[in-house]
């Protein structure tokens, strides 16, 4: 077989089901491949590489499969590169492929030529060229273990135009199953270890847990309930990590940090005695600048990537391992003898009185533009719990944040983290649908967002992706202006643009789509665009960010 049929083949072998791309020059006998051989790999057209890359990583986020993209060589190998960025920080195994030209051209200026592996090294777990057709199968196979062991990431493979058609053993065709789940070979807690957090956590007066996106990822929500109720804990989470416990659970505070955090939830951990840092890096975002928790605080720091623990902060128990694993058998130590309880329940029922205080007269306001808060109450009032929202950065990640409460463990929000790109939110949608399409999906996004992702609306009329785009209007780079209007004296320069009617724009692609300025009119017709069975937008004119009372430390104080 050729080296395109051994590409399909080990796809296959591995259980992929479906993959976003984009199609080139390069890529000819690779798609020749897929049109030929019978595969059951449903491959999604997308407009731009970027949101082939963003696709594969929302899908990734939901099916726990590890998400595969394709794009040709050149520019399509630099258009492709934000989203592997933004999956790799973010634990994500994605797997782009991008073809590349013949090696027998290497060097003598061919169309598109650049160094594929130089330019992927430092942004992905793992890279290579795949220069010799009779190395694919077992580069494919260590391509899908480095994604899924250890710390999950993302890697890459060239595949350049003569591997693709050169011959490959049919014999070398097959697969190691306990890679097509992640995270796989997972990392047991040294036993001491696990004794030494259990000694800690039980002479505590005050702990708090602060939940990364590890736990979500492992799946530890069993046992980290487990853990909240043996020892009444509070149990916080960053932004990744909501969903590591339903935010309605009796010991859940929600959200801490300087993205999404209020002041309730950082008096948790600003009098807290101990924390136990779990899946989390405990980044400038989480701590407000390594600011929370506080000198003399002890620290017990669960992760599965041991770069992490002690980056930050003096660490008094390092556990070395899967945030499940770790978890399970902290609650098993912890329930040899009892143990006095933190109070958890109280302290985040305390938390949850303050935010809503807040947040609901904002939330019921009839004002104009609308508030932010109200587009969440009412996509609160109206979604399931089952439902999957997808936020870009700017206005629409703190908001969801701090105040939409889930009610239900589990990965039902996903926003780009790691980096921040703006136009993740769209196509991170419409991956996601794809690997949970018995859930509603929502993507939310700002209007400098959509100018980055407004092609693909094509693409979800294309494959009538019943996804909701709900677009906070207010034509302005919200986030920058914001950071102007409370850190630079208010001088705002070249932040804002002209508005566009987004509901024009999407109902030219076919999408139905609704304008509203009037807040009382809003969840009558957010009801009705999220019913429709086909793709939506509702276009909402909304409050900028540096009027509004989003929930960002850095603009409050």
């Given at each position: 077989?050729?080296?395109?049929e051994?590409?399909?083949r080990m796809?296959q072998a ?17 798609y020749?491949?897929l ?10 057209l997308?407009?731009?590489?970027r949101?082939?890359?963003y696709m ?6 939901v099916t ?17 590169l934000?989203g ?24 003598r ?6 160094d594929q592996?130089?330019?992927?090294r ?50 070398e ?12 070979g997972?990392?047991?807690p ?25 736990p979500?990822i ?11 109720d043996r020892?009444d ?5 960053t ?9 309605t659970?009796?010991?859940a ?9 209020v002041p309730?939830?950082?008096a ?8 136990l ?15 929370c ?38 609650v ?12 958890g ?11 809503l ?6 939330a019921?306001s009839?004002?104009t ?8 109450a ?17 206005t ?13 463990p ?14 993740y ?35 979800l009329?294309r494959y009538n992706?019943?996804?909701?785009s ?17 850190g ?14 987004h ?16 807040p ?10 999220i ?10 004119i ?16």
């Amino acid at each position: 077989m050729t080296g395109a049929e051994a590409m399909v083949r080990m796809l296959q072998a591995y259980g992929v089901q479906h993959m976003f791309g984009l199609c080139g020059d390069t890529t000819l006998p690779f798609y020749d491949a897929l049109a030929r051989l019978d595969h059951e790999i449903t491959h999604f057209l997308t407009r731009d590489e970027r949101h082939a890359a963003y696709m594969a990583d929302g899908y990734a986020r939901v099916t726990g499969r590890p998400g595969v993209c394709e794009g040709p060589s050149g520019g399509g190998a630099t258009y492709i590169l934000p989203g592997l960025v933004e999956a790799n920080e973010s634990s994500v195994p994605i797997l782009a492929i991008t073809t590349d030209v013949a090696t027998t051209s290497a060097g003598r200026y061919p169309l598109t030529e650049l160094d594929q592996v130089a330019l992927f090294r430092p942004l992905t777990k793992w890279n290579a060229a795949l220069d010799n057709a009779a190395r694919l199968p077992a580069m494919m196979r260590r391509a899908f273990r480095e994604m899924a062991t250890g710390r999950p990431g993302a890697v890459h493979l060239a595949l350049p135009f003569d591997t693709q058609k050169a011959e490959v053993d049919a014999a070398e065709i097959w697969a190691e199953p306990r890679h097509t789940q992640f995270p796989a070979g997972r990392a047991a807690p040294v036993e001491a270890d696990i004794v030494a957090a259990a000694e800690a956590l039980r002479s505590a007066k005050n702990a708090v847990v602060i939940c990364g996106g590890g736990p979500v990822i492992a799946g530890a929500f069993s046992a980290l309930e487990a853990l909240a109720d043996r020892l009444d804990i509070p149990i916080a989470t960053t932004v990744s990590g909501q969903g590591a416990i339903a935010e309605t659970a009796r010991r859940a505070i929600g959200v801490v940090g300087s993205n999404g955090g209020v002041p309730a939830t950082r008096a948790v951990v600003e009098e807290a005695d101990l924390v136990l840092f779990v899946g989390c890096r405990a980044g400038s975002v989480t701590t407000e600048r390594w600011r929370c928790p506080t000198p003399g605080c002890r620290i017990i720091h669960i992760d599965s990537d041991p770069g992490v623990i002690g980056a930050n902060y003096q660490t008094d128990v390092a556990i070395v391992a899967d945030a499940k694993l770790a978890l399970e058998a902290l609650v098993a130590e912890l329930s040899r003898s009892e143990s006095p309880g933190q109070n958890g329940a109280a302290r985040a029922e305390a938390a949850w009185a303050a935010k809503l205080a807040a947040f609901e007269p904002l939330a019921a306001s009839g004002e104009t533009p609308i508030r932010p808060e109200a587009v969440i109450a009412a996509l609160a009032e109206i979604l399931d719990d089952d439902a999957t929202i997808v936020a870009d950065p700017g206005t629409p990640c703190p908001y969801f944040s701090a105040h939409y409460r889930w009610r239900k463990p589990g990965r039902h929000f996903i926003t780009n983290r790691a980096h921040g790109a703006l136009g993740y939110s769209l196509s991170a949608a419409m991956g996601a649908y794809v690997g949970r399409p018995q859930s509603k999906t929502i993507a939310v996004m700002g209007d400098g967002s959509f100018g980055f992702c407004c092609g693909e609306f094509e693409t979800l009329v294309r494959y009538n992706i019943p996804v909701t785009s709900v677009v906070f209007s207010n034509a302005v780079f919200g986030w920058i202006k914001a950071g102007q209007n409370a850190g630079f004296g208010q001088r705002f320069y070249n932040v804002d643009f002209d508005r566009t009617d987004h509901a024009a724009v999407a109902r030219a692609f076919g999408v139905k789509s609704w304008t509203v300025e009037n807040p009382r009119a809003l969840p009558e017709i957010l009801r009705e665009a999220i019913a429709h069975p086909g793709p939506t937008l509702v276009d909402v004119i909304s409050q900028p960010l540096h009027e509004a009372a989003a929930p960002v430390s850095e603009w409050v104080a």
